[in-house]
C-alpha cells in the first residue's frame, strides 16, 4: 500500500470543503464564546445584577398586593429584562459562533452535511467512530477540562470559604454583589484554561486533519490526468493557443469568404476572390474547441457562415488546410459561394 506522503491537491481541498469536510476546532468556538460572554458580563453585569434584584425583591413585596396587579408588574418586568440584557447576551453569543467558525473555514454551506445518508444509519460505521482516535481524543479533552474546572473552583472556593459562611446573615444586595464576584472570578479561571485548551486542540486538529487528507503519488497522478485530461487534449489545447497566440488563424478567418460549419464541432474556412485564386481555396479547419473559436471571430467580423454538414465533413476527411478544393467538391463549394457571395452564375 502507497504511503500518503503528498500535500492535498487543490481539486481535493475544493472538494472536501463542498462537502463541508473542513478542519476545525470545537475549542475555539467555546473560548470565543466565552470571550464574548465575559466580555458582555463585564460591561453590563452590574445593570443586569441590580434589576434581576429589583425584580426579586418586587415579587416578594408584591405578595401585599392584588394577584392581577403583581402578575402584571413582574411579567412586565421580566420582560423588559429579557429584551434589554437577555436577547443582546444571545446575539453576542451567536455572533461569537460565526466569527470562531468563519475564522477556521470561511463561509461555507455544505449540502452534504445535511443530506439523509444510509452510511449515517450505519452500526459497524457508528462502532468504529466511537473507537476512533478523534473520540478518544475527545474523552481525554473533556476529562482534562472537568479537571480543570474543578481545581479553579476548588482554590477559589477554598480562599473563600469564611466569606460564604457570612452570606446567610448579608442583605440581598451584598449576597448578589459577593456572589457575582465569585462568579466572575470563576469566569477568568475557566476563560484561561479554555483559551489554553483552545491553542491546543486548534494546532491537534490542523495537524490530525492535515495528516488525514495527504495524497499517495499515485493519487496525484490521476487527480492531475483527470483535471487537464489525456495528452491528446492537452497537444490539442496547446496547438489551439499557440495559434492564437501566432495571429495567423485570426487573420486567415478574417480573410475567409465564407465559414462552413458542422455545426458547432467543424469549421472551414473558405477562401476565393475572382482572378485572384483558380478555384475556391481552405484557409483553416478547425475542430472541437477550435472550431467555436473561428466562428466566434467569423461572427464579430461579419464573415458570412452556413451550416452545411456533409460539406464540412467532406472537406475535413478530405483537404488539408491551405490546399485548394478537389473537383468533387467544386459544385457544393459554388452554390456556398453563390449564397455567400450573392453571386448571379
Given at each position: 500500500?502507497?504511503?500518503?506522503?503528498?500535500?492535498?491537491?487543490?481539486?481535493?481541498?475544493?472538494?472536501?470543503?463542498?462537502?463541508?469536510?473542513?478542519?476545525?476546532?470545537?475549542?475555539?468556538?467555546?473560548a470565543v464564546q466565552s470571550i464574548f460572554i465575559f466580555t458582555y458580563l463585564y460591561l453590563y453585569g452590574n445593570s443586569f445584577l441590580s434589576e434581576i434584584i429589583e425584580l426579586i425583591n418586587t415579587s416578594i413585596e408584591s405578595i401585599n398586593y392584588e394577584l392581577s396587579y403583581s402578575a402584571g408588574k413582574?411579567?412586565?418586568?421580566?420582560?423588559?429584562?429579557?429584551?434589554?440584557?437577555?436577547?443582546?447576551?444571545?446575539?453576542?453569543?451567536?455572533?461569537?459562533?460565526?466569527?470562531?467558525?468563519?475564522?477556521?473555514?470561511?463561509?461555507?454551506?455544505?449540502?452534504?452535511?445535511?443530506?439523509?445518508?444510509?452510511?449515517?444509519?450505519?452500526?459497524?460505521?457508528?462502532?468504529?467512530?466511537?473507537?476512533?482516535?478523534?473520540?478518544?481524543?475527545?474523552?481525554?479533552?473533556?476529562?482534562?477540562?472537568?479537571?480543570?474546572?474543578?481545581?479553579?473552583?476548588?482554590?477559589?472556593?477554598?480562599?473563600?470559604?469564611?466569606?460564604?459562611?457570612?452570606?446567610?446573615?448579608?442583605?440581598?444586595?451584598?449576597?448578589?454583589?459577593?456572589?457575582?464576584?465569585?462568579?466572575?472570578?470563576?469566569?477568568?479561571?475557566?476563560?484561561?484554561?479554555?483559551?489554553?485548551?483552545?491553542?491546543?486542540?486548534?494546532?491537534?486538529?490542523?495537524?490530525?486533519?492535515?495528516?488525514?487528507?495527504?495524497?499517495?503519488?499515485?493519487?496525484?497522478?490521476?487527480?492531475?490526468?483527470?483535471?487537464?485530461?489525456?495528452?491528446?487534449?492537452?497537444?490539442?489545447?496547446?496547438?489551439?493557443?499557440?495559434?492564437?497566440?501566432?495571429?495567423?488563424?485570426?487573420?486567415?478567418?478574417?480573410?475567409?469568404?465564407?465559414?462552413?460549419?458542422?455545426?458547432?464541432?467543424?469549421?472551414?474556412?473558405?477562401?476565393?476572390?475572382?482572378?485572384?485564386?483558380?478555384?475556391?481555396?481552405?484557409?483553416?479547419?478547425?475542430?472541437?474547441?477550435?472550431?467555436?473559436?473561428?466562428?466566434?471571430?467569423?461572427?464579430?467580423?461579419?464573415?458570412?457562415?452556413?451550416?452545411?454538414?456533409?460539406?464540412?465533413?467532406?472537406?475535413?476527411?478530405?483537404?488539408?488546410?491551405?490546399?485548394?478544393?478537389?473537383?468533387?467538391?467544386?459544385?457544393?463549394?459554388?452554390?456556398?459561394?453563390?449564397i455567400a457571395m450573392n453571386l448571379d452564375y
Open positions: 500500500m502507497s504511503e500518503k506522503t503528498e500535500k492535498p491537491t487543490t481539486k481535493k481541498l475544493r472538494d472536501l470543503k463542498e462537502k463541508g469536510d473542513v478542519i476545525k476546532s470545537e475549542e475555539v468556538v467555546s413582574i411579567t412586565g418586568m421580566a420582560l423588559d429584562l429579557s429584551i434589554k440584557y437577555i436577547l443582546p447576551l444571545v446575539a453576542v453569543i451567536f455572533i461569537g459562533d460565526i466569527l470562531s467558525i468563519v475564522s477556521q473555514i470561511g463561509f461555507i454551506f455544505a449540502v452534504e452535511k445535511i443530506k439523509p445518508s444510509l452510511q449515517k444509519l450505519s452500526v459497524k460505521n457508528n462502532i468504529k467512530n466511537i473507537f476512533s482516535l478523534k473520540n478518544v481524543f475527545e474523552l481525554l479533552k473533556s476529562i482534562l477540562k472537568l479537571a480543570f474546572i474543578s481545581l479553579v473552583s476548588y482554590i477559589i472556593i477554598r480562599e473563600h470559604v469564611r466569606d460564604f459562611s457570612n452570606l446567610p446573615y448579608a442583605s440581598n444586595t451584598v449576597a448578589f454583589d459577593y456572589s457575582f464576584y465569585i462568579i466572575s472570578l470563576l469566569w477568568k479561571g475557566i476563560l484561561v484554561g479554555y483559551l489554553i485548551f483552545s491553542i491546543f486542540d486548534f494546532w491537534f486538529q490542523r495537524r490530525n486533519g492535515e495528516k488525514k487528507i495527504m495524497m499517495t503519488k499515485d493519487e496525484v497522478k490521476r487527480e492531475s490526468k483527470d483535471s487537464d485530461g489525456n495528452p491528446e487534449v492537452k497537444s490539442e489545447r496547446k496547438k489551439i493557443h499557440a495559434e492564437i497566440q501566432s495571429g495567423s488563424l485570426g487573420n486567415n478567418v478574417r480573410k475567409s469568404t465564407v465559414i462552413v460549419k458542422n455545426p458547432t464541432h467543424i469549421a472551414v474556412c473558405i477562401y476565393y476572390k475572382l482572378g485572384e485564386t483558380p478555384v475556391p481555396q481552405i484557409l483553416e479547419i478547425g475542430i472541437g474547441k477550435l472550431a467555436l473559436h473561428i466562428l466566434k471571430i467569423a461572427e464579430d467580423n461579419n464573415i458570412p457562415i452556413v451550416e452545411e454538414i456533409s460539406l464540412a465533413r467532406g472537406i475535413h476527411a478530405n483537404i488539408a488546410p491551405g490546399d485548394y478544393i478537389t473537383e468533387d467538391f467544386f459544385e457544393p463549394v459554388a452554390e456556398i459561394l453563390r
